[in-house]
Every structure is written in structure tokens, then in C-alpha cells.
């Protein structure tokens, strides 16, 4: 893709993709372990009879799907955001560590009683898990900013080494913590999007909509960054707040993915390439784009992860390493023979 | 050369320092100043500062102490889009990522005169068209930048700042790529430039685009600026030597009078050895 976006083919390309959303968040409440009576659903949405079925469609189905749209399309933008500031293909939060350490927040509060404070919607999961995220997107973008200039590869292996101090603070709580908060945490740290309600979802949307806000709003300097912090100057970008902005963004986008889905990978690495060979690298269309097919990607792999071993559930976060990993490799390889 | 007014200044940097943190080299209280329709060339061997220089001037980096002015405004107060609507720049080190097509480049050029999610009008679409004509590199308007030759790079990048349609240029070693064709393309293209009342500072180790093309010549060495003046003054055996040491020798341009610089044959060394 080589054309210059306009104003029409910006509004084709995200009608595009905007119809690719709708169509998967329409259809994925339909599918799952259970099968569900399409009459019973109908009934008690137009008539108020109360059946079964129709409480899995609506409190448990729907809130599932928004959720893993939402983490998708959150963890997809984050991941283009931070190619760009770290230019480096490999970047995502997961790879980072920044989806490491906001678990790492969150597991001491689901194994510490004392630390889990609920207040409406919100709980000290999100706070946690928050300050977890907001600590390591600190610790990259201080190296990034480094004076004596930190090589982007240098940053990546910084934050695969933040993954693995992670994951041994978390064998760590695992191993003080009492046995019976064992299975909760196991099933939050493979990435889970069961159990959630609309009162949950809500409670994700005060990190996750300035996030978000903050890193759409940086789609056109974004382009500038792709050639480096100098040429982007140059072009007029105030290249510090850009970069601060995204790495706020990330860092509160990650943390409400975070919190409630626990760390779900290789979303934030896969979906951007898909959108930059689908439709271009311009980040207008990238970020939006990103978002509507990150959402539509997770919530289909959740649908696979409801029905693959029905009656029982697979962990979302298994899919998505699945097809993850060897898309890592793939861009990995390819990079080091352009070098 | 063309003998220009010189007198209306559009850049004029002002007593600047600079120290890189954790190094011991530094820039010293340096001035200099670009006016409306005047080439200047700034040389000096490697490391000598001509560089941050021009990263100073253009704001890239911030003085320690000192200011740089674009006209009367002080662009320490001066936000980096208004910086961009007058002064071009052109980083040494600018690499691609990410496949951007070679008219998606150009057009990034458009930033400053540009708000919101930046959607060009028909006037920006002009302009882009025309820089992509001037740089010679409308040819490649669909190519990836990426898939590019390093001298097509640079074409591309120059049409990318002309784009911005500056007042005054600051180049940092824009034809270390070019082949020597190209290489006076661009000095020609930097006197069409000029004659439309721009005006262009470039740093070089080409000493000859220098001499043949700058109407000034900045020379500078150890993070000092130790000559100023027109290329005939500067570019001499004697300050040559003192700057770079032995290994260049000077003839004068038969019909133009201009210095050409050569490789020395290392002669006068030998006698100065064997006597």
C-alpha cells in the first residue's frame, strides 16, 4: 500500500475494518461451550420471560466478548504505539515486561486479603496492577531517553529481563501465599476472560479511555517518529511530550488489560503487523485499525478457547502464544537478515 | 560566486555552549548567522562540533548557556511547529522504518502547516508534487523509501524538509551518499534555492561543493568556529594545514580563480623530512 491517505480513503479503510468488528462482536455472543435456545434468548428480550439461556447470553456472554474486544483492541494499540517510539518491530507490552509487572501487582493483591479493597466497580487490582505498569513504562522510557543513547535492542532485552524478575516475583508470592488462593491466581496469570460482569467492565474504563484517547490523538506524529527523534523534530513534532504521552497511554491501557484479563501476549505484536501490510503503515489508520482487529482477533481466539475443549475452558493467553510465538520468531529472523 | 546583500539575518545563533553529559568535548560560546539568499559552508575535520552546531541552531538540542534567534524570536519560546514553518533541517543520521512509500515521506513534510489528524489540501498535495520534481525523485513516488539507494534516501529526505517550505536550510552532510552528478545537482538546486531568497547552512567534507558553491565558509575545529569568511580567504594551504594537517595542496581554478583542493602528493613533507 503505497497511496497517500486522504480523508475518503481513511474513512473506507476504518469503515472496513469498523464492519469487521461489528460483524464478530454480533456474532461471538452466539457460540460456546453451551448451546443456547435462540427462542428462549428472543423471549426474554422482547416478552420478559426469564430462561437460562438468556442470562448466559446477556450477563455472561456479552460481558465476555466486550471484555476480550476490549483487551484485544487496548493491547493491539498499545503494541503499534510502542514500535514506533522504541522503533523496533518486536515491541508490545507483553514483551516488555509492562504486562509482567502490572501482574505482578495484581497477584499481590488477590494473595494478600488484607490489600483487596473493593469501591463500586473499582478494586485495588487496577490500582496495582497500575502502578506496576506505570513503574516499568517508567523504567523504559527513562533507558529510551538515556543521554549516552540505549541501542532499541538494548531496551528490548532490558524488558525481557523485567519479564523474567517478574515472573520470579510472582513464584515468589506463589509460594508464600495459601494454597487455596492458588487456583484463583493460576487462572488469572494464563490470561482469562471468564468471570466478569458488566459491573467489571466499567471499572476498566477510567484507565482505559484516556489511554486510549492519549495514544490516538498521536497517530500523525507517530509517522514523523518512524525516521528517528531528529528528523521528527525537524518536521515541527515536539518529540518529548509524543513520546511521554504514548508511554503514559501504554502504560494506562496495559494496566486495565492487565487487571482484568491478566497477561495475555503476542496480541500487541501480531495484530499491528497484520493492520501495517493490510492497509499501510500510516499511523492514522494504524492505531484505530489496530484496535478494531486486535478486539476482533481476541474475542474469536476467547470463542476458540470456549469451544476447542468444551465443556471446559482453555486460558485465552494459550491461543494467543500459540500463534504468537512463531510470528515472533518469523519478524525476529526477518529483521536480523535486513540488518 | 554571486555577490549577495547578506543583510537581512533569518537564523542568527548567539554566544551558544554545549557539553555533551559525560564527555569531556564541548562547544564553546560559538555565532554565527544565515541570511536571506546566502550558501554557507561549514567544514572542520571529524569531531570538531559542526554537528551540534547545527543541532543547536535548529533546536534539536538545547544550549547551555546562549540563544538562537529566527528572525527577532527567540526559539527557545518558539513552539516546534512554528520552528518548522521557517527553518528546515536535515539530520545526518535519518532511517526509515517501517515501509512509508518515498511520496508519504515527502509529504510528512507538510506536518507544520498542517493540525489535526493532517489530511493535506490540494495546496499541500502542490507543493508535495513539486518538491518530489525538484529533489528528482518523482520517479520513485510509489517505491518504499526503504527499498532505496542511500544517495536516493537523501534526494528523498532533502524534498521531505523542502516541504516544509523554510526560509532558511540546515544540512548536515545531505550528499555523503550522492554520487559526484548528484552531488552538483544539489549545490546547484541549493543556488536555485537561494536566489529565491532562502538561506542555507551546510555542513560538508566535500571542500570543493564548498569552495565552488558557499558565498561563506565557516571553519571549525575543536568545538570552535577558527576561520569565517569567503571560500578564497578560507580554503588556503596554510589554514588548511593548520585544521587538518599535511596531506592537501591548492591550485586556483583557471577561469573561476576559485581554490581546488587535492590530495597532497606529500612532496613538501618528504623535502621537509630529508632537509
Not at chain 2, 222 to 243: A, F, S
Request: with cysteine; charged share 15%.
Amino acid at each position: 500500500m503505497t497511496g497517500m491517505l486522504t480523508r475518503k480513503r481513511f474513512v473506507l479503510l476504518m469503515a472496513g475494518y469498523v464492519l469487521l468488528s461489528i460483524l464478530v462482536l454480533a456474532g461471538a455472543p452466539f457460540f460456546g461451550s453451551e448451546r443456547l435456545g435462540l427462542d428462549n434468548v428472543k423471549n426474554a428480550l422482547l416478552s420478559h420471560i426469564p430462561h437460562v439461556d438468556a442470562d448466559i447470553f446477556f450477563h455472561h456472554r456479552i460481558p465476555r466478548v466486550l471484555l476480550a474486544f476490549l483487551v484485544g483492541g487496548s493491547l493491539a494499540v498499545a503494541g503499534s504505539s510502542l514500535q514506533v517510539v522504541l522503533r523496533n518491530p518486536l515491541a508490545e507490552p507483553f514483551i516488555l515486561g509492562i504486562a509482567g509487572a502490572g501482574a505482578v501487582g495484581a497477584v499481590i493483591v488477590i494473595s494478600v486479603p488484607g490489600l483487596s479493597i473493593h469501591f463500586g466497580p473499582f478494586s485495588s487490582v487496577q490500582f496495582f496492577s497500575l502502578l506496576g505498569c506505570i513503574l516499568c513504562v517508567g523504567a523504559i522510557y527513562w533507558l529510551a531517553r538515556s543521554p549516552l543513547g540505549v541501542s532499541m535492542n538494548t531496551i528490548l532485552l532490558a524488558g525481557v529481563t523485567i519479564n523474567i524478575l517478574c515472573g520470579a516475583a510472582i513464584l515468589l508470592v506463589r509460594y508464600i501465599v495459601s494454597p487455596h488462593l492458588l487456583v484463583t491466581m493460576d487462572r488469572w496469570m494464563m490470561g482469562g476472560l471468564d468471570v466478569v460482569g458488566y459491573r467489571e467492565l466499567s471499572g476498566l474504563l477510567p484507565l482505559l479511555l484516556p489511554g486510549l484517547a492519549l495514544l490516538f490523538l498521536q497517530g500523525y506524529a507517530l509517522n514523523q517518529l518512524a525516521f528517528g527523534e531528529k528528523m521528527a523534530m525537524g518536521h515541527g513534532v515536539n518529540v518529548a511530550s509524543v513520546q511521554k504521552q504514548v508511554f503514559l497511554g501504554t502504560g494506562l491501557t496495559t494496566a486495565a488489560a492487565v487487571s482484568l484479563a491478566g497477561p495475555i501476549g503476542f496480541v500487541g505484536l501480531i495484530i499491528p503487523h497484520a493492520v501495517r501490510r493490510l492497509s499501510g503503515v500510516d499511523h492514522r489508520v494504524v492505531l484505530p485499525a489496530a484496535f478494531c482487529l486486535g478486539g476482533a482477533f481476541l474475542t474469536v481466539c476467547d470463542l476458540f478457547a470456549r469451544m476447542v475443549v468444551a465443556p471446559t475452558e482453555m486460558p485465552v493467553g494459550i491461543i494467543t502464544a500459540i500463534i504468537g510465538g512463531p510470528v515472533f520468531l518469523r519478524i525476529l529472523l526477518k529483521k536480523n537478515r535486513n540488518m | 560566486m554571486i555577490e549577495t546583500t547578506m543583510d537581512r539575518k533569518i537564523l542568527s545563533v548567539q554566544g551558544v555552549n554545549y557539553k555533551y553529559a559525560g564527555s569531556d568535548w564541548q562547544l564553546f560560546s560559538t555565532s554565527f548567522a544565515v541570511s536571506e539568499g546566502e550558501i554557507i559552508g561549514i567544514i572542520g575535520p571529524n569531531g570538531s562540533g559542526k554537528s551540534t552546531l547545527l543541532k543547536l541552531a535548529s533546536g534539536v538540542i538545547t544550549p547551555d548557556s546562549g540563544n538562537v534567534f529566527l528572525g527577532e524570536k527567540d526559539i527557545a519560546k518558539m513552539k516546534r511547529r512554528q520552528i518548522a514553518r521557517i527553518l528546515g533541517y536535515f539530520p545526518q543520521d535519518a532511517v526509515g522504518h517501517f515501509d512509508y512509500s518515498v511520496q508519504e515521506v515527502v509529504a510528512m513534510g507538510r506536518f507544520p502547516h498542517r493540525s489535526g489528524a493532517g489530511f493535506l489540501s490540494p495546496h499541500d498535495m502542490d507543493v508535495v508534487g513539486q518538491c518530489l520534481l525538484r529533489a528528482e525523485v518523482e520517479q520513485y513516488r510509489e517505491r518504499h523509501f526503504s527499498h532505496l539507494s542511500g544517495g536516493e534516501r537523501q534526494r528523498v529526505l532533502l524534498a521531505s524538509v523542502l516541504a516544509q517550505e523554510p526560509n532558511v536550510l540546515l544540512l548536515d552532510e545531505p550528499t555523503s551518499a550522492l554520487d559526484m552528478q548528484h552531488q552538483v545537482k544539489f549545490f546547484r538546486l541549493l543556488t536555485e534555492l537561494v536566489a529565491e531568497g532562502i538561506g542555507v547552512a551546510v555542513v560538508t567534507h566535500d571542500l570543493n561543493l564548498v569552495s565552488f558553491y558557499s558565498h561563506r565558509v565557516l571553519m571549525l575545529k575543536d568545538g570552535k568556529i577558527i576561520e569565517e569568511g569567503r571560500p578564497g580567504e578560507i580554503l588556503t594551504q596554510e589554514t588548511l594545514k593548520d585544521t587538518y594537517g599535511e596531506g592537501v595542496d591548492i591550485i586556483l581554478h583557471p577561469t573561476t580563480g576559485l581554490p581546488i583542493i587535492l590530495p597532497g602528493t606529500g612532496l613538501e613533507a618528504q623535502k621537509a623530512k630529508t632537509s
